[in-house]
């Protein structure tokens, strides 16, 4: 399985793209051969060109290690090269010949570039269709927000319609802990208002007028309240206003650098850059370096977060309830397994019971278990999966100390329900933060 080597959900961060390297320069020498200025020629000339030759080796070797992804197919065989372009449906990797994908057996492309590390008093953005991007709240007027993303020139995204915003993390929180209470607030909170969550824990309720930089203008009841910007955690935009389904069907999934995540429907590139559409943002220019790693769903990989399920039983060991949660643990902080974040995949907790209908389309089912990092270490469960009510597969015991687990491809031809089950370990329900990443049916070629 792939994923994304991170930890922090609101890095807004959709994986790893680099730049092409630059072919070294000619190892001539200058233009004059006045042998006279050469002195001892034999031995110093020869010794300069070797020197110069091994030079361009080991940069040339250097640079194409460097800008090499690792493209793993739909079966999990990894290959290990360079992106020569990338069309509507096929990409194209540098080799002798030309080596070229369809794009449907394409599962991940990585790249070796690292995310920036999380840091309290961050900001990020999140898009009500699911994506994020790493970017600071400018303003907030006519209905629109205003954003500086690092990674583009200010002038290179208009504002966003504050219709596909979800929330604004003004002051990220530096605690782990801290952020998801944070994420779990913003997902969890009633609609029917805007929410400012302030730093100091408390909440006002209403319709948010505009943002500068000094101040927030909420309208409450019959009173407009002006809040300074300086005391504000956060702004929860009220869903019932929010108009961006989450992208389902063929797409991409980027994760940049700084932990921006994007879904796309139309992505293109050279050996360069990387152009794409998002349903949140206008079309996009990326420099590869930009880029942390692409995954690609919806053709012959399809999430199960991308289903509904039949039928979700919870069974508390004493009172607490769990929610089954798509695409985030169950805190809903971001499927983070040893340091290692997935980009899709369902959050859950001990005891539940999840059933899935299949089409009949479906071929195999994979996926990566064991407790989310939030865990620290503590929780024990026990994963188990069935097939038409049989027992397919079961894990031993796993803590929040066990590596993940990769479950061996479970048959579904033929199937009609899948069902993932986790069960209480030994330590009762503590710290049981489940997690399923990853979780893919493999559709047949037919």
Known sequence: MDDVDSSNFCRLRFHRFARRGVPVGHPGCADHDDSKELGFVTFPIGLVIGCVILTQLLQTSFAAAADAAVITDIAGVRTTAAIQRMASDRLFLESEPL???TLDMVRSIVFDHPLLAPTGGGACVWLANGDRIAA????IKNDALRVSWPVLEEAAIEPIPLERVSAVILDLPATIGERMRLFA??????????????????????????LDAAFLELKS?????KLDRSRIRALRMNPELTNAARVTGRRATLTLTDGSRLTTTSLEATSETLTLKSAAIKPLKLPWKDIHACHLYGGRLIPLSDYEPQKVEFTPYLSTMWPLVRNANVRYGPLTLRGME?????????????SYML??????FQTVVGIDDIANGAGSVVFAIDVDDQRVWMSPEITGKSAPVNVPSISLKGRKRLTLIVEFGQYADVSDYADWCDPVLLINAD
């Open 99 to 101: 080596r070229e994908m």
């Open 136 to 139: 600071r709240a400018v303003d």
């Open 185 to 210: 607030d913003l997902e969890t909170l009633p609609p029917g208002n805007d929410v400012v969550m302030l730093l100091n824990g408390d909440r006002s309720l209403g319709e948010i007028q505009q």
């Open 221 to 225: 009841g019959n009173s407009v309240l």
């Open 342 to 354: 997935y980009v899709s995949g369902l959050g859950t907790h001990s005891r539940m019971l999840v």
């Open 359 to 364: 089409k009949g389309n479906e071929s195999e």
